[in-house]
């Protein structure tokens, strides 16, 4: 499927991420304290400012036309941030359930979310992304 320009950053940022949920997935048998500090500081650089752009600019214009999306979205993010936080403090058990629910999160998101916004979202909130969110300039 073509993804709208202003959205595919936000898109290629989804293939790093699935990236990191394997990567995590496999580790997470022989879980560390260096392993979770790792993911801490992966999704602090890479999952967090996409997150925000989300939450910030896209789920407001979304409530109204996809109420269950944008709760699905924000309940997401606040379990992927719980998650996180407990892998690094070394819980291996969290780091699986990381990894499992950012793979999950991840197909959501490209396979309804982000359609939705394309059909919904005015060009005036898309080029805000576009202008938000750096990865996706050519």
């Keep these: 499927m ?3 320009p202003r959205l595919q950053g936000l ?3 989804h293939h790093q991420g699935l990236v ?3 990567t995590v997935r496999d580790q997470s048998q022989r879980w560390t304290p ?3 500090l790792t993911l801490a500081e992966r999704f602090d650089a890479e999952l967090e400012p996409h997150f925000r752009v989300e939450e910030e600019l896209l789920l407001p214009h979304l409530r109204l036309g996809a109420p269950a999306l944008v709760d699905r979205v924000v ?3 606040a379990t992927l941030r719980r998650h996180v936080g407990a892998a690094r403090d070394g819980d291996a058990s969290m780091a699986r359930a990381f990894a499992q629910l950012l793979h999950d999160h991840i197909r959501f998101e490209e396979s309804e979310l982000f359609p939705m916004c394309e059909r ?3 060009d005036e909130v898309l080029d805000c992304v576009w202008l938000r969110w750096p990865k996706t300039h050519p």
Excluded: E, I, P, Y
């Design 11 to 13: 898109s290629s940022d």
């Design 2 to 4: 073509k993804r709208d």
């Design 120 to 122: 919904l979202l005015s």
């Design 20 to 22: 990191l949920a394997r």
């Design 34 to 36: 260096a392993a979770g």
């Design 75 to 77: 309940d997401d993010h």
